[in-house]
């Protein structure tokens, strides 16, 4: 089967060959239509560049249906002020009110995130959400059980991380773990692979934002994601599944109070090469 095909509206722009990614759309000489590079055709990675970059809607894509794709719309995408006001809104919450979320509205966050960039357009990011307080007493003790395991062998890492007063802390009562939050968003992908590690990240920091847009709280997981990294039976007590690895955990949950302030913060140091 064709990769792609052409309808007569193609006017032969080169447009759709300069977008794709994996040059494996050529063109002869300019106004010519397009061709797949010969025998390559597994290596196209479906990221939908080439039909997209085409104004006349020409390039008919045989893995990607045209009624698959949505048109932009551009009156509803936020000013530059409103998108830097919300990423200066974002703050990591540690009081939740004690609810948890529908859900839907999980589901709807996640799916909005899902054009997330991934590395080769692998988009293997697959998640786990810990849902209810029952759910999130489970995976605190196996959070806690790793603390403790990890300070009773005087690691590294419990020193690096502080895990003794981690552990004392939740032994007074304190959630130091989930602070109190109904829900543990784990981002994951398998271990091999592309990039899976930035992928997951940069996944569970697009749920980050898009949470804050939505009036949700959110705040990143460290002790979820080092015990995930240290020690795999976490994550295969959790169902990440076999060959995975859970990269970024996000608390998720409703705030149990709205702040009013940004706190300040530096100016990063920019270096212009
Ligand atoms: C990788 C990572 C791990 C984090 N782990 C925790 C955590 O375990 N507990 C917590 O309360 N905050 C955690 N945070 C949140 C930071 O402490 C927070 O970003 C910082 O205090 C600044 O607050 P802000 O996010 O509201 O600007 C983590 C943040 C990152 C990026």
Redesign the pocket.
Known sequence: MALFTVTDACTGCGLCVAACPASLVRQAKPGDAPHALPGREAHCIRCGHCVIACSKRAFVHALLPAEAFEPIRRKDLPTPAALSHLLMA???C?TYAQETLFRQAILGLIESVRHAPTGHNMREVGWVVVDGPERMDAARTLVLDWIAAEVAADTPKAAELHLAGAARAAARGKD??F?GAPHVVVAHAPAIGISPEVDAVIAASWLEIAAAAAGYAA???????FALASHPPVGQALGIPAGSTGY?ALLLGKPATRVKWI?P?DVPEVIFF
Do not use: K, N, Q
Not at 219 to 225: A, I, T
């Open positions: 974002r703050r990591s540690r130091v773990i602070r705040c990143w997981c460290g002790y979820l994601m970024a706190p913060r």
